[in-house]
């Protein structure tokens, strides 16, 4: 969260969702504001509103956000205020149409510029913001650029997610795009994206907080690249994107409604066995390690401390019920509010407390593991290691030997996996223990290595590849 460094400045207030790699911003002058790029649950920003003491007048979309449901549409009906969308943008509700150049004032101090930034999708618009000050004979000040999927940290934002058809055309759009912001603000402008802290909407990825244009002109390929050499390096680096995305715009072209995040219903052991045995998702939330050291069985884990939505939304047959199962109810509830950014809008049911109160049977459990262990065990008996890292991190370097079946694709292509005791990784553990409940609850003996592929190499494992 940013605070003014002097009464005078205005206050630009990121709201981060680390879990999906995005931020939205709440903007004031301390009196009234507006909000870019919101999430679905908006009492976040209802929440900041009244923190900060100001009035809400306008609500703008960068684009249609392929990797979210908008909170736009549900902010901007509960709070009065004007909402912003692209007019060439083809949605099903009432808005306010903005296009390229047009201004819109808030208040008496923050004056915006829609800019269209082509590349991310063809409608896609960034917005700067000038600061007219206090006073009627202030300096004039600008402030920066709300990019949305246009100019990241480092980066741009993918130019693929429209289909192949359109990318080759995208991208370069987007080279031109960023071109367009840098030459048109100032070097101590900043700038404020929406992708790019993780989001699989960015082309690649930054360790970076903050940044200006100036900044970006020094060390974003976008903008040090001449347009061939961008194109092809940054076609060359993508790799997949979760299949929950294809979802994601249809939803938001529609206006989605505020979610329900009220508790839902509670299931006891019986009705959990019964929903597991009509092929329903039930998902134990808990951390990798305690679950498997026990578990219901065929229950799933996905753990509240990764990228839980994300993978979850990835892999989950899209309609399927989903059963939550968490420690607590503040961890259930964490769980629907992440969904609820996705469209997975209501659980089917909930149970809290442990594997002694989500069966009838005695805990489950699988083994875990360090690549030294595995390196080990390879010395003297047979053991398929399944590496569920995607492609591109597979063809870069892995363990000789390894099969490799993405985690994303896992569900449908089970049965390729070798006969065997089954030894899974990945890059850190995470999705590994995903993929081993997985295979754990269709039967399989199943060990998850829970530890770096960086130090596969000096558990003694041998590795092919470039970077090997």
């Not at 991208?171 to 960023?178: K, P």
Request: glycine letters at 8%; a negative charge.
């Amino acid at each position: 969260m940013t605070t003014p460094s002097s009464p005078a400045d205005l206050t630009i207030v990121p709201i981060e969702t680390p879990t999906l790699g995005d931020r939205s911003y709440l903007v004031h002058d301390g009196d009234v504001a507006f909000v870019v790029d919101p999430q679905r649950d908006i009492d976040r920003v209802t929440d900041l509103l009244a923190e900060h003491g100001v009035r809400l007048t306008h609500v703008l979309e960068t684009h249609i956000h392929n990797d979210y449901v908008t909170g736009g549409f549900a902010l901007a009906r509960a709070t009065g205020a004007a909402y912003l969308v692209n007019a060439a943008d083809d949605v099903s509700f009432e808005r306010t149409p903005i296009s390229d150049g047009d201004v819109v004032e808030v208040g008496d101090r923050m004056r915006l510029t829609a800019l269209a930034t082509p590349g991310h999708t063809f409608t896609h618009l960034s917005y700067a913001l000038r600061d007219l000050g206090p006073e009627a004979d202030s300096p004039r000040r600008d402030v920066g650029v709300f990019s949305g999927g246009s100019l990241l940290f480092g980066a741009t934002g993918r130019p693929d997610l429209l289909g192949p058809e359109h990318t080759d055309e995208l991208v370069r759009h987007q080279h031109a795009s960023a071109h367009r912001l840098a030459e048109l603000l100032p070097d101590d402008a900043g700038v404020f994206p929406t992708h790019g802290f993780g989001s699989f909407c960015s082309a690649t990825q930054s360790d970076a907080t903050s940044s200006t244009i100036g900044r970006e002109k020094q060390a974003n390929p976008v903008l040090t690249q001449d347009e061939e050499t961008y194109v092809r390096e940054l076609l060359a680096g993508l790799g997949a994107w979760p299949a929950y995305y294809a979802h994601m715009a249809p939803a938001n072209a529609a206006g989605p409604a505020a979610p329900d995040l009220s508790p839902p219903a509670l299931a006891d052991a019986t009705d959990l066995r019964r929903r597991i045995e009509a092929g329903e998702w039930v998902v134990d939330l808990r951390n990798r390690t305690v679950f498997a050291a026990g578990h219901a069985a065929g229950t799933l884990n996905f753990g509240l401390d990764g990228s839980f939505a994300t993978y979850l939304g990835w892999l989950v047959p899209w309609g399927t019920p989903i059963t939550l199962l968490g420690e607590t109810a503040e961890d259930v509830a964490e769980a629907q509010r992440e969904l609820v950014r996705i469209g997975i809008d209501r659980p089917a049911a909930h149970a809290t407390g442990g594997p002694e109160d989500w069966s009838t049977r005695a805990p489950v459990s699988f083994p875990t593991a360090t690549f030294a262990d595995l390196a080990q065990v390879r010395h003297h008996r047979d053991v398929v290691v399944l590496d569920v890292r995607r492609a591109d991190e597979h063809a870069a370097g892995a363990i000789d030997g390894a099969e490799n079946v993405p985690l994303h694709e896992l569900w449908n292509r089970i049965d390729e996996v070798p006969a065997g005791e089954v030894w899974v990784h990945c890059a850190s553990g995470y999705r590994a223990s995903i993929a081993a409940s997985v295979l754990h609850a269709r039967g399989r003996t199943t060990v998850a290595v829970d530890d770096s592929f960086a130090d596969a190499a000096a558990a003694g494992l041998d590795l092919v590849g470039p970077e090997s």
